[in-house]
């Protein structure tokens, strides 16, 4: 490698661009996470409610996860190809469209059920764009930190996440406690999708202003940018893949059932007002996201391995005590299982960013991430919520979302177990 190369490997990238790419994800996941804590009333407004209307609106959801990987082998082409920094700002330009689309969309009493048919597309394109935001920050973010805090630098990008996610679900809560049921089916829905659409956009703008990843500098400099990453990615990536995937799994499903579902489960079982149950959930986000740096710091001290482990037999030992809490109808026990499932949830996702990008290699990263990572968070991920609304309802068990994760959590420990440690 010519030293030009080599320096390159090691030069972090500005703090303004380390900021831009970490903290962008908060307008990513509110813009992707709104409609699982709208779940409920788009179900009215779209489906036209009844019982069978949350199971598509959460269906919904689960196809649009189905698009993840095709979008981020899309934008992980253009990245891992053409630079980090442009397949980021193509892909929040798609989510600022979409965003902006489903606040003017109109509703089933206004076309009737062709309301329904548009928003599942525009969730399609949402769930497109959103495959290469995330495997594109990570990405970035590794990239670009000093070896001994990639670990806490790239935990930003969960702890943004979450931060996203909290911003979401705070919103939802504020706009569904500020209208009455009439206006917040008629118009009042719209608002918090406006705001979505404006900050992606200003995500964009911020965006421009960002450096290249040192490291596609570096193969630039070096001549060893992929002419073909998809092929390069199954060629000298295999197990970096299969294990970014089982680790994904992991954390799809304890984010994604265990926190992203949890408003609609409260107000279905765990008798809980709407209101009350996303105030619970913003409650249990503000936990997470000071646990999540702190996992990421953990890893750099300790190993990335270790660190798994521990959150992995935590996952399997948990949660269905944690949803039999919410499920007792106590606002107070229905607090503590949404905390304590959203810590352990999102101790699972800032390990698990660096980990999965660190298996894989520079050349061709990006597309990596998308096989193994992405393709497990659309099966664990966009498909749970709605599994786990089935499941209780086809078995009567309010714990069923609990075993699920557990299941997952005791089939991804002998990966963990013999998994090589990642931390430089």
Avoid: K
């Avoid at 380390?18 to 009215?44: M, Q």
């Avoid at 298996?359 to 597309?367: D, P, S």
Wanted: with cysteine; glycine share 12%.
């Amino acid at each position: 490698m010519p030293a030009a190369a080599a320096e390159l490997t090691h030069r972090p990238v500005s703090r303004g661009s380390t900021v831009i790419a970490a903290f962008s994800t908060i307008v990513e996941w509110y813009d992707f996470t709104l409609y699982l804590y709208f779940a409920t009333i788009l179900s009215r407004v779209f489906f036209g409610g009844g019982a069978g209307s949350l199971a598509v609106t959460l269906a919904g959801f689960a196809v649009a996860y189905l698009l993840r990987p095709l979008g981020a082998l899309f934008f992980g082409h253009i990245g891992d190809r053409y630079g980090r920094r442009r397949a980021m700002l193509l892909s929040v330009a798609l989510m600022s469209a979409a965003m902006l689309a489903i606040a003017l969309l109109p509703t089933r009493a206004q076309i009737g059920p062709l309301a329904g048919v548009l928003l599942l597309l525009l969730r399609c394109v949402m769930g497109f764009a959103v495959g290469g935001e995330y495997t594109g920050v990570v990405a970035y973010l590794l990239e670009g930190a000093r070896a001994g805090r990639r670990g806490l630098i790239t935990s930003l990008a969960a702890a943004a996440s979450e931060v996203g996610g909290l911003l979401a679900v705070g919103v939802s809560a504020l706009t569904v406690s500020s209208f009455s049921g009439a206006d917040l089916d008629s118009w009042g829905w719209r608002i918090p999708f406006f705001v979505g659409a404006a900050l992606a956009l200003s995500v964009w703008i911020a965006r421009s202003a960002m450096e290249e990843s040192p490291e596609f500098e570096r193969q630039r400099a070096a001549d060893s940018v992929p002419t073909h990453p998809l092929r390069h990615a199954l060629t000298h990536h295999r197990p970096g893949i299969a294990r970014g995937f089982a680790i994904s799994a992991l954390g799809s499903i304890t984010y994604y059932v265990g926190i992203g579902y949890v408003p609609a489960f409260l107000a279905s079982a765990g008798a809980q007002s709407e209101t009350v149950a996303l105030w619970l959930a913003t409650i249990a986000a503000v936990a997470v996201i000071l646990v999540t740096p702190l996992t990421g710091l953990a890893s750099d001290r300790w190993g990335r391995r270790p660190v798994l482990i521990g959150l992995a037999v935590l996952s399997a030992l948990l949660p269905i005590t944690m949803f039999s809490m919410m499920a007792s109808g106590s606002a107070a026990t229905a607090l503590v299982g949404a905390i304590v499932l959203a810590c352990v949830a999102g101790g699972v996702s800032a390990v698990g960013a660096v980990t999965t990008a660190e298996l894989v290699g520079g050349e061709g990263r990006l597309t990596g991430l998308a096989l193994g990572a992405t393709s497990a968070t659309a099966i664990f991920g966009g498909l749970t919520p709605w599994g786990a609304q089935a499941l209780i309802g086809a078995t009567g068990l309010a714990v069923m979302p609990g075993i699920m994760i557990a299941v997952v959590a005791v089939a991804v420990l002998p990966v963990l177990w013999w998994m090589p440690e990642t931390r430089p």
